[in-house]
């Protein structure tokens, strides 16, 4: 392997063959550079997929209402359904074993001034578990605390937007907003994935937006999440008989759509997760196509690379070469191309997609790239390839007798 001779000799063969080199080259190179872009659009597929889901919780589960259409136990039709918080604790009761974070929200656009600026937000009752279901990240100070939830604390965590918009100057933690006449202090500042909609939001405790509500116990929406161990089709289960429990407790039929409505992202997600599985298996059946395709490729050049050198080997056996030196020989120059060639595509399909980034994100391909595991495992596969590419045809003419050889055209 270290013979500085047979080096030598491998190095004047591919001078003297550089078209040959080349063609051999190419094809490894290809390969890999089609597999390698190929499989970092389809991550980048499934990133934008994923990202797709990402605003909120992907197990994220919600709960409002609106009038019944079916008149229902005595119950006349187009009647009002309306949440209390004795109903978020039936929800929250329910199976607590498959929730993992639950949220009230009781909602109401306000006039919010600080100082000489002011403005119409929508002002967000909820509790401390909001921020890990909205997916929203503290810039400063803290979020809401079961503490201000019970006592009723005048406090209020506002988002990036709403700070822009008031707070101009300065940290915002500790100032008061006025809104809509009662004095809350601002103890965080929140930023959130969904964009300017959702920083322009004020978040309080629901205690305290109810009781300013004339001690209302009213509930806009519930949100919950469920434990993610659960499976789409476990979840949906999940979330259906929370609505048959809820229908029955507010006396709506049960055929009723339009009363109490659940909406559960496990339905999205199960038919994302059928699509990302079909990209999946479209694109890993491409790449091996195309890994395939180089492995065939650097086949028929080698045997095209041994037949050619069929008197060459001819020669060496007369004079006493062992078939074992003719097939390591061969081998060697087929290792060598093939590595270089498979690092020179290896290099470029990870500058392409490097130089690709995020401006295909129109065509819904984010941040496409590909993990070292799967490029090392192709690159291995290619090089193993190359390797038995050369030996079969290198060793089938290591046994042809010298004089054969030499008559061979």
Not at 31 to 38: P, R
Not at 93 to 120: F, I
Not at 276 to 302: D, K, R
Not at 335 to 358: A, E, M, N, P, Q
């Amino acid at each position: 392997m270290f013979d500085l001779d047979r080096w030598q000799e491998i190095f004047a063969s591919i001078r003297s063959n550089i078209l040959r080199t080349i063609l051999s080259g190419f094809t490894v190179a290809l390969g890999l550079f089609i597999f390698i872009v190929l499989f970092g659009i389809g991550t980048g597929l499934q990133n934008a997929f994923t990202q797709g889901f990402a605003r909120d919780a992907q197990n994220l589960i919600s709960i409002f209402t609106g009038n019944t259409t079916v008149a229902y136990a005595g119950l006349q039709a187009d009647r009002r359904v309306v949440l209390k918080n004795e109903d978020f604790q039936d929800v929250t009761n329910y199976e607590p074993s498959n929730l993992e974070y639950a949220a009230p929200r009781y909602s109401s656009s306000m006039l919010v001034r600080y100082g000489k600026e002011s403005g119409t937000y929508q002002i967000s009752g909820s509790n401390a578990e909001e921020k890990n279901i909205e997916n929203r990240k503290l810039l400063d100070g803290r979020y809401l605390s079961s503490r201000d939830l019970d006592q009723k604390h005048y406090v209020a965590v506002i988002g990036r937007m709403v700070q822009r918009d008031l707070i101009k100057d300065g940290s915002p933690i500790g100032k008061d907003l006025n809104i809509n006449g009662t004095m809350f202090k601002v103890v965080g500042v929140y930023s959130d994935d969904g964009g300017d909609w959702d920083e322009r939001m004020i978040t309080v405790p629901i205690t305290t937006l109810q009781q300013m509500k004339k001690s209302s116990d009213t509930i806009s929406t519930v949100f919950i999440t469920y434990d993610q161990k659960l499976s789409p089709k476990e979840a949906i289960a999940y979330s259906d008989e929370i609505q048959k429990n809820l229908k029955a407790k507010k006396k709506v039929s049960p055929d009723d759509e339009n009363a109490v409505i659940v909406r559960n992202n496990a339905k999205n997600l199960e038919g994302t997760f059928q699509f990302m599985f079909i990209l999946t298996l479209i694109v890993g059946f491409i790449g091996m196509g195309t890994l395939l395709a180089g492995i065939i490729g650097i086949s028929n050049i080698m045997v095209y690379i041994v037949k050619e050198r069929t008197q060459e080997i001819g020669v060496r056996k007369a004079i006493g070469a062992k078939p074992r030196s003719i097939v390591g020989l061969i081998m060697q120059e087929s290792l060598v191309i093939t590595v270089l060639s498979g690092l020179i595509g290896v290099g470029l399909g990870v500058l392409t997609l490097s130089l690709v980034g995020d401006s295909l994100e129109e065509y819904f391909i984010v941040d496409p790239s590909v993990g070292w595991g799967i490029i090392i495992t192709a690159f291995v596969c290619l090089v193993f390839s190359g390797l038995i590419a050369g030996f079969v045809p290198a060793y089938r003419a290591s046994r042809i007798k010298p004089i054969e050889a030499l008559r061979a055209e």
